[in-house]
């Protein structure tokens, strides 16, 4: 089953700004777009964003997303100890018929 | 206000078959556009989408999973059942159903529960 390209670790410092990307292809990140998900050392994943960037009731504005072509884009302004967590892309993959992951990319604050 | 939750057996042999069940409020699978989605995550591993099932009975399961999986409903318990056959110890994973809304993905998941396969 293919998967979406996430980069395994991203690291900033506090109140800087993070982008996390993830890379997909014509069937899944670029035909309806990417959600992005926040997970907490054990805990569930949180939606942040789907369809590219709409965001859940109670999300902070500080998380945006976007996307270039097959390609999604988390950014993170403003970054607080708290947002250091595992992030993960997700898409439908259309040629599939399967919802699709990344890889997960690990954040830490600084 | 939609929650979910995940229940089954901690611990099956390996070459069992693993029955789990995920009861949710704050929604009705009976609803258009409605579905619920199982995925996994090994320790300290990414997730793995598992497979859906919607509002009309419509399935999509992993393409990798396909042959073991069967994604079930009872809408009026307010249930979805996901059997697994045929387990191995890399099926040891914490297990999350989510509710899929019309709008696409994985809005509100279970706190997830984890399952061990072990002789």
């Known amino acids: 089953q293919a998967g979406l390209t996430q980069p395994p670790s991203v690291s900033k410092g506090l109140r800087q700004t993070a982008t996390v990307t993830c890379i997909g292809n014509?069937?899944?990140?670029?035909?309806?777009?990417a959600a992005w998900l926040q997970q907490h050392q054990g805990h569930p994943p949180k939606l942040l964003s789907y369809?590219?960037?709409n965001r859940p009731s109670g999300i902070s504005e500080r998380f945006s997303a976007s996307r270039s072509g097959n390609t999604a884009s988390l950014t993170i302004t403003g970054l607080q100890p708290e947002d250091e967590a595992d992030y993960y892309c997700?898409?439908?993959?259309?040629?599939?018929?399967?919802?699709?992951f990344g890889e997960g990319t690990k954040l830490t604050v600084l | 206000q939609i929650t979910l939750k995940e229940s089954g057996p901690t611990v099956v042999k390996p070459t069992e078959t693993l029955t789990l069940t995920c009861t949710f409020s704050?929604?009705?699978?009976?609803?258009?556009?409605?579905?619920v989605g199982w995925i996994r995550q090994p320790p300290g591993k990414a997730l793995e989408w598992l497979g859906n099932?919607?509002?009309?009975?419509?399935?999509r399961y992993s393409p990798s999973l396909r042959s073991r999986l069967t994604i079930t409903k009872d809408t009026s318990r307010n249930q979805v059942v996901l059997t697994m056959t045929n387990v191995d110890p890399v099926d040891t994973a914490t297990y999350y159903c989510?509710?899929?809304?019309?709008?696409?993905?994985?809005?509100?998941w279970g706190q997830g529960i984890l399952v061990s396969v072990s002789s």
């Open positions: 369809r590219d960037n």
């Open positions: 997700s898409a439908w993959d259309s040629s599939l018929s399967a919802v699709v």
């Open positions: 704050g929604f009705s699978l009976s609803t258009g556009g409605m579905g």
């Open positions: 989510a509710h899929r809304p019309p709008t696409g993905l994985f809005d509100f």
């Open positions: 014509n069937n899944d990140v670029g035909n309806e777009g």
């Open positions: 099932i919607y509002w009309d009975d419509d399935k």
